[in-house]
């Protein structure tokens, strides 16, 4: 996957190498390598990958919490947005990451523009996927964001006027 921005330490960074392989038809065969699977397929993969390689994408009509058990086989979480007007993926995001505890790296693909990525990290998300037509060392100020934030986010549970 070319474009992604990734938090290591804190601080975002552009990858050079990024091995994921996002795969959005899943009637293809599968190539070999990092692959980033729908949820049908991954769930079919499952009795066939026990070692958890395959990172999950999830649309933004599934649902999180029956993944719930699931979530210590997967090293990598993609949720997509397919336009940057659908919002779902943000709540997607902040459940996976309050309501159960994922802990694992969580990306962004799809239509992700270099206005969301502020949000998107309060959301939880720690690696975006910048769309390819877009330039990621552009998008990286965008991360830059807001310098103060009144309301809870995953960063910061605590609102503003209880941060004193």
């Not at 599968?30 to 070692?51: A, F, I, N, V, Y």
């Not at 919490?65 to 709540?91: C, K």
């Not at 769309?131 to 960063?155: H, P």
């Amino acid at each position: 996957m070319r474009n992604v921005i990734a938090l290591r330490g804190g601080e975002p960074t552009l990858l050079e190498d990024d091995a994921w392989q996002l795969l959005r038809d899943s009637e293809q065969p599968l190539p070999s390598g990092l692959l980033l699977l729908p949820l049908k397929t991954w769930l079919e993969r499952q009795g066939q990958q026990p070692d958890g390689r395959d990172g999950l994408w999830l649309g933004p009509d599934d649902e999180i919490e029956p993944l719930a058990p699931l979530l210590p086989n997967l090293p990598l979480i993609a949720i997509d947005f397919p336009s940057f007007r659908d919002g779902r993926g943000y709540s997607q995001a902040y459940l996976l990451r309050t309501r159960l505890g994922w802990q694992g790296e969580l990306r962004a693909i799809g239509d992700v523009l270099r206005d969301q990525l502020s949000h998107m990290r309060q959301c939880g998300f720690d690696s975006f996927a910048v769309r390819e037509d877009k330039c990621a060392e552009d998008a990286l100020k965008g991360l830059a964001g807001m310098s103060v934030l009144y309301g809870r986010s995953v960063i910061e549970p605590r609102p503003l006027f209880r941060r004193r």
